[in-house]
């Protein structure tokens, strides 16, 4: 039987988990409230302990509908107790009446506070072993431990799970709680992170996890990520009974098609292809416990976000240490990619002893490279820490320098979603804050940098032409060459358009100048330009080439280029090729006869123009390819014939 999305409407389910020390009852917690046995490996029933996830499903009368993850209690299975605390909603702490708190019990606390669960319930479990006087003092014991934490004034519920006593309260509380839970934003790509894999007879690959965000649907592409593999949803389950789809909070299997589990990680995340990008550089607020030793610059961690778990080194920027109970803005580098995204909770262990140190959230998945102590930096990551939308955003665009930021950069960078990043962008740039300096891919910059490119344009170009005197202008690729290296070469149209609408830039064609631009020729400049001149028109229809000039005027190639682009510019020169310029009249005398013999032949070959002006071929070419280039012949083959008008 196929269900439908509709009977598993996110915003009327959500995820419970338990925690606390080993063997203090939480699986059995689990069976005895759904019937479900989340113990499954045979391993785990041999030594009544959970080393796995497991999970369980339950309906209040209400119609809410709860997935239950009982997590492992064992120290030695923190890590995946870690993963099975991500994506709760409610968490159920549970402590025997016979041995009270326990090193699990407090660790597991500290995890749950660090990840984020704001909700939750304690569960006293084993009461049918210990007397009312001893329950009244492990109960005390208990609400003095929980003061200050997420727990203060939750429920503590006396429960046996052999008798059966407590269960109708507790299914009570948790429909209460659950009325009185947020519901999820539904917006977003869709993010699973894996926590177990296996394969199905006759199906394939299926993997496990808890929805994050967004909609996963049967047939949806898929790329699994850190490792970039992509292959296709072939089914859903929720609740052991198939779906066509899933949405943001929901426990699922999905059975996946075009991969072997053997190709799949625990850790690693499902979501739409070339949606979301991985990291070897994250910055985070760090909140160091209490219970933790010194936290030196550069220490090597273990993080645990999600699913995940990856060594790390801890870099403090504006400090050399934190002390236990510190909270700080602090940077972590990963030995490989890691899919981590704003706003994610993670946790922070020692390797040796083994044991949970702090915690927080993700503030940038991606920040630029940067100096330890830059103010710079901790602007930016104050921004993200405590600001709005808006501040996250022009800060990031800010950040970016003169390199520019992408729109989806900024959005995955600061944690907005769509319509967030649309609303804040849409105020920003009336106001002049930033500029859109692309329109396709979206690509901003700050005011403050794109006006550092256009003076640095204005700068380059008044240099150039001051440093060549008889250039009218500056060519446009040779202006586009003097933008930063660390910029973006596509802003120059933006640039160019900028500073010509605001009336400081002239563009002729391939040509740049300034809107005030005036010559100012050097001393001897006509001098110069008019014995060029007397050489073009003493050579007539075999003028000097460059190096011919050069040798005979006794005058760098580079200034004489210049002095024949003044020339050209003043009608006194044609250019007909890189090396080769006439005087005007002798062209047109070669002009008018090259027409009038193809008015009268039809047409002329190489050999018929050599015989008609007598020129040798180093002449004979160059002028025969200018009069096709201004369109006066068209080239057919080897003959040439006049272009219709």
Excluded at 482 to 497: C, I, K, Y
């Amino acid at each position: 039987m196929v269900i439908r999305n509709s009977q598993f409407v996110s915003n009327n389910y959500f995820i419970v988990g338990t925690a606390g020390h080993i063997d203090h009852g939480k699986t059995s917690l689990v069976k005895a409230l759904t019937g479900i046995d989340t113990d499954r490996l045979k391993e785990e029933k041999a030594r009544g302990i959970t080393i796995e996830l497991g999970f369980a499903h339950l309906e209040l009368p209400d119609g809410v509908r709860l997935g239950i993850v009982d997590v492992p209690g064992h120290e030695r299975f923190v890590r995946t107790m870690v993963a099975g605390a991500g994506g709760i909603d409610l968490l159920l702490l549970v402590v025997a009446a016979d041995e009270g708190i326990m090193p699990q019990t407090r660790e597991h606390l500290d995890i749950c506070t660090l990840l984020g669960i704001k909700r939750g319930i304690v569960i006293l479990t084993k009461v049918d072993l210990v007397d009312g006087e001893w329950l009244e003092l492990v109960t005390r014991e208990l609400r003095e431990y929980l003061a200050g934490s997420f727990l203060e004034g939750a429920p503590i519920i006396p429960l046996s799970s052999r008798t059966g006593e407590g269960l109708s309260i507790l299914r009570e509380e948790l429909g209460r709680l659950a009325s009185e839970l947020p519901r999820r934003k539904q917006g977003g790509p869709f993010r699973l992170p894996v926590d177990r894999l296996f394969t199905v007879p006759g199906f394939g690959t299926v993997v496990t996890g808890t929805l994050r965000s967004g909609l996963i649907r049967v047939g949806d592409p898929v790329e699994l990520l850190p490792s970039g593999k992509t292959c296709r949803v072939r089914g859903i389950q929720l609740h052991g009974q198939h779906a066509e789809e899933g949405s943001a909070g929901q426990r699922m299997a999905v059975n996946l098609q075009g991969i072997d589990h053997h190709e799949i990680r625990c850790g690693e995340s499902l979501a739409p292809p070339a949606t979301f990008r991985t990291t070897r550089t994250v910055d985070i607020r760090l909140e160091l416990l209490p219970t933790a030793r010194n936290l030196k610059h550069r220490s090597t961690v273990r993080l645990h976000s999600g699913t995940s778990e990856s060594s790390a080194q801890v870099i403090l920027p504006d400090r050399e240490f934190l002390l236990p109970g510190d909270s700080a803005l602090v940077q972590l580098r990963l030995p490989a990619p890691l899919l981590l995204l704003p706003g994610e909770p993670f946790v922070l262990r020692c390797h040796s002893p083994a044991t949970t140190i702090g915690g927080g959230r993700v503030l940038d998945p991606a920040p630029p490279r940067r100096r330890r102590r830059s103010s710079e930096a901790l602007e930016l990551l104050t921004a993200l820490d405590g600001g709005d939308s808006q501040t996250k955003i022009l800060c990031l665009v800010r950040g970016s320098q003169l390199s520019g930021i992408l729109q989806t950069e900024i959005g995955w960078r600061s944690g907005c979603n769509a319509t967030e990043l649309e609303s804040a962008l849409g105020r920003a740039l009336p106001r002049g804050e930033l500029v859109q300096a692309l329109k396709e891919p979206r690509m901003f910059l700050s005011r403050e940098a794109f006006t550092t490119l256009e003076e640095g344009l204005m700068l380059a170009l008044t240099s150039f032409l001051k440093e060549n005197p008889l250039r009218d202008g500056m060519g446009k690729e040779e202006l586009k060459g003097s933008l930063p290296q660390r910029s973006n070469p596509r802003f120059f149209g933006a640039l160019l358009a900028a500073l010509a609408k605001e009336g400081r830039l002239i563009l002729q064609r391939e040509l740049v100048k300034p809107a005030s631009f005036a010559p100012d020729p050097p001393p001897g400049r006509d001098d110069g330009c008019a014995a060029l001149d007397a050489e073009l028109r003493l050579g007539g229809m075999e003028p000097p080439t460059l190096q011919e000039l050069s040798r005979r005027l006794n005058t760098p190639e580079k200034l004489l280029r210049e002095q024949l682009a003044l020339l050209a510019r003043e009608g006194r020169a044609i250019r007909v090729a890189s090396d080769l310029h006439y005087a005007p009249e002798p062209l047109t005398i070669l002009r008018n006869q090259l027409s009038l013999f193809i008015r009268e032949e039809g047409e002329i070959t190489p050999a018929g123009f050599r015989n008609l002006t007598g020129l040798s071929r180093k002449f004979m070419i160059p002028l025969l390819e200018y009069f096709d280039s201004i369109k006066v012949t068209i080239r057919v083959g080897d003959l040439r014939r006049l272009r219709r008008p």
